[in-house]
């Protein structure tokens, strides 16, 4: 086991250098937004997140705290008895001083107990690079209703 005080380490795997701290690969933004998207349209666990701004607005829920965000995916997550991404796709990044903002489109099925409906829309993400990483500070997904 690390300890939590040493500093980040490089490792060098198949000619990529990947950024490791705590034992946890530091993401890509795209990486990043691909597996959080991943999570909450695929009524998976949402782990504890360290790539998390203080505070977080979640469709037209502002300054959300770690907990809140968590209560609201799985709040959301636990009115289908099955829930999938079907599609997703990335469309457009925009970087802007220390933000990036990306953009794609998403369809996810929605199953209840007899019957299942596909939803659709945009999603769009907004990251602000802090020391040597991203964190998400916002989250857009269309169609969804938290």
């Known amino acids: 086991m690390q300890n939590p005080n040493q500093l980040p380490t490089r490792k060098n795997q198949h000619r990529h250098v990947l950024l490791m701290f705590n034992e ?15 999570r909450i349209l695929n009524k998976e666990v949402l782990d504890p997140v360290h790539f998390l701004g203080n505070r977080v607005r979640l469709n037209n829920f502002n300054n959300l705290s770690e907990p809140e965000l968590h209560y609201l995916i799985v709040r959301y997550q636990q009115r289908y008895s099955s829930l999938t991404s079907l599609a997703f796709s990335m469309v457009e990044k925009q970087l802007s001083n220390n933000r990036l903002i990306m953009k794609g489109f998403h369809e996810t099925g929605c199953c209840f107990e007899h019957h299942c409906e596909i939803i659709s829309g945009n999603w769009k993400i907004e990251l602000k690079r802090h020391e040597d990483e991203w964190l998400v500070v916002s989250i857009d997904l269309e169609g969804v209703d938290f």
């Open 24 to 38: 946890h690969q530091v993401l890509t933004p795209e990486t990043l937004a691909r597996k959080l998207l991943e």
